[in-house]
């Protein structure tokens, strides 16, 4: 079993568009994600295109020339991310043709939603959107760890609402706009 806290996306940003430094990044309490909002969240694509949209707003053309993808394939996942909320469209810019362009911002509503009542997909987004991003920073730039353990039920719980407390501490503190962009992925599996 992977854990991934309620199967809460990782990718956060911005509550308000246009935040500003110091601003808290994540505002709100959890609550189940609706159908619509689950089935978003249920791809890799679209949490690469959260976490790039993180602290800065990006073109559609300037989110698929980051992931390497067709520009129409991004504005489907794009659109479907504005739709439920995920992302919001900042004020219109000017491109450098003088092409009308919408920068996007994530939300940060992604960290606030439950979807671990639902059936998992085929393939963990979570795990897929991971494994392309350490993919495209190489392994070597990876830190990673790996610890054994014996636990109870109890211990189980508490060991993940621990982890969860922590993570969520993170994500709600505000951005350091000097800070250096990091990445945090959590897995939790029984061994056989």
Not at 42 to 63: F, G, H, Q
Not at 114 to 137: C, I, K, Q, S, Y
Not at 154 to 171: K, M, N, P
Request: charged share 30%; hydrophobic share 40%.
């Amino acid at each position: 079993m992977s854990i991934s806290f309620g199967n809460r996306p990782y990718a956060a940003g911005m509550t308000e568009p246009g935040g500003t430094a110091g601003a808290p990044r994540i505002v709100g309490e959890r609550r189940r994600a609706t159908d619509a909002e689950a089935r978003a969240l249920a791809s890799a694509v679209r949490l690469r295109i959260l976490r790039l949209c993180l602290d800065e707003p990006l073109t559609n053309k300037e989110i698929a020339a980051r992931l390497g993808r067709n520009p129409a394939t991004v504005l489907h996942h794009v659109r479907t991310l504005a739709e439920t909320g995920f992302l919001v469209a900042e004020p219109e810019r000017r491109g450098a043709r003088g092409a009308r362009e919408v920068p996007y911002r994530a939300t940060g509503k992604s960290w606030l939603m439950d979807t671990g009542d639902r059936p998992p997909p085929a393939r963990d987004p979570l795990l897929a959107a991971f494994l392309e991003e350490v993919a495209a920073v190489g392994e070597q730039r990876l830190e990673s760890t790996r610890l054994g353990l014996r636990l109870s039920a109890a211990d189980h719980a508490e060991l993940s609402r621990r982890l969860r407390e922590l993570l969520d501490e993170y994500a709600r503190r505000p951005a350091d706009p000097e800070g250096q962009k990091w990445s945090v992925y959590l897995g939790m599996h029984p061994e056989v």
